[in-house]
């Protein structure tokens, strides 16, 4: 599909209005950066600070609005083409592209400025730029079939609609965890468990815990299922450290990776506070994928490719040579080390050589795959057992007879 068809305003006009946020949150913070450490979080409220508390819990009637509201979106059939959501910017965006272009499917973005593109090698399929959120938020009104976002935004705002499926789990990049954290210093000293923090006397209607969190569907549930009766939940669009040792929260439920940041700013993780893992994760649409088959297609042939080239990622390809009296005995060879199995057992082919006019063996070729983690001791064993001329190569694919998150895709859909 040429760029200048999706340039024209019909499509402008077909995308509907982003949905309103999920959960109206009214407080944000603006702050400007001070001369302190990069990673330590001051804010700055014109001069002043402030201190802000707004309980964000939600109730069932709010959740069963929200739902309806995002799933009350044009249906699939509607459409001809089929959309892919992609992080528009943010630390997932450049990231995503580079995954796509390693599995030979690169964006066409001309213009930067605009928010669709599209990719050569899927026919039909028309790629927008969103903010993660968004993403999710179109997959459940039915504007986008497919797209790609970190699995924390996909529970977030997702709210456990079974219309959505997660195609791929694991895309191997952004990966953070959501998790509690609280102020090294003070009443918290020593306090290292999520259930030292739940039991601590402070805590009372009149003086609930106070949580900053910008993950207001996650964390009210996860404080609820473990045991907080007394908690409220105040909500920013970043810098949440900074909330602590602002005196306008007790505790912060926030994206950490690194750790650096909670570091910086005296905050420590508690056992048991984790939410939840994240990492980028494929998702689509129940309703695509059952209603149209050439979404199930080319779902296929995104997850065949991510699967190939993710397999791929961590393995070495190695040959060498090796001396034997026939294939059988070397393979046995090679498989007495433990390193040496391959993903399948190795590839031994005869290397022939005209000896006294006749075509013999001269020695044995071996192929294997090898985990990236074990290429140093997987070419110590080779050496062990004869092996010589050893060659090392990264591989690119790694296509599987079958796509076992395919077959679990099916069954899932039941199809
Ligand atoms: N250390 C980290 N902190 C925050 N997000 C991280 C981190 N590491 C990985 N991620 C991933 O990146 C995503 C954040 O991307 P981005 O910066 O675009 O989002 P955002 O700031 O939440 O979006 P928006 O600007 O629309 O509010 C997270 O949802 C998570 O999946
Ligand atoms: O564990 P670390 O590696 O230190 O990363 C964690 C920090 O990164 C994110 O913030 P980001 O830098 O995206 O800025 P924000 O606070 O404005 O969202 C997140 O909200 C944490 O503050």
New binding site residues.
Partial sequence: MSLSRLQQPRYLQQCPSPLSPSIPLPCSFSFRVSPYSQRQRRLRFGGHTSSVAVCCSLSQQQQSQILSSVTNGSTVSDRKEIRLGL?S????AADTLDLLKDCQLSVKHVNPRQYVAEIPQLTNVEVWFQ???DIVRKLLSGDLDLGIV?Y??FSEFGLGNEDLIIVHDALGY???RLSIAIPKYGIFENINSLRELAQMPQWTTEKPLRVATGFSHLGPKFMKDNGFTHVTFSTA?GALEAAPAMGIADAILD???SGTTLKENNLKEIEGGVVLE?QAVLVATRKSLIQREDVRDITKEILERFEAHLRAVGQFTVTANMRGSSTEEVAARVLSQPSLSGLQGPTVSPVFCKRDGEVVPDFYAIVICVPKKALYESVQQLREIGGSGVLISPLTYIFEEVTPRWQDLLLKLEL
């Fill in positions: 992080p910017k943010g630390r997932m903010r993660p959120k970190g924390d935004t952004g990966e953070c669009d994206l950490v990776s994240s």
